[in-house]
């Protein structure tokens, strides 16, 4: 591989990383606001295993991109266009982690699994399980 495409790869392997991240967070932000009705920085360090300012960090990004707001001393809320991130992330893990327990993976397995593997999937595999899914049951 060239210099020129093996730099273009890793742009976007950082780009899809980056891409998780935000996937990731706004979906943690979501379930820590229906737990808890609020959620700050301090939640997100334990949920997510990071340091403060990692989560300062990110967070910051992610209202750069219109996925939160936030105020000094103040919970995160996510935005309308975080909320239907949040949504939409929500949705596609459940149909991974139910599909890998249609085919016999333990419900726990499924849950870790389905979180990495929810990432990576396109469009057409996501109704591809979608729709074997509702054929099984039928």
Do not use: W
């Not at 979906?27 to 997100?44: N, S």
């Not at 599909?99 to 993976?105: D, S």
């Amino acid at each position: 591989m060239t210099d020129s495409r093996n730099a273009v790869a890793h742009r976007r392997i950082r780009a899809d990383h980056a891409q998780e991240t935000a996937e990731d967070y706004v979906e943690a932000i979501a379930d820590i606001l229906a737990e808890t009705g609020q959620c700050r920085i301090v939640d997100l360090t334990k949920r997510f295993g990071v340091a403060h300012v990692t989560a300062i960090r990110i967070v910051r990004r992610l209202e750069g991109e219109g996925l939160v707001n936030t105020e000094p001393y103040q919970p995160v809320q996510l935005t309308a266009k975080g909320r239907r991130l949040a949504k939409a992330c929500r949705q596609r893990h459940e149909l991974v982690q139910a599909f890998l327990t249609h085919l016999g993976v333990r419900p726990s397995i499924a849950a870790i699994d389905a979180e990495g593997i929810e990432h990576h999937l396109s469009p057409e595999t996501l109704s591809a399980m979608r729709r074997y899914l509702d054929n099984a049951s039928n």
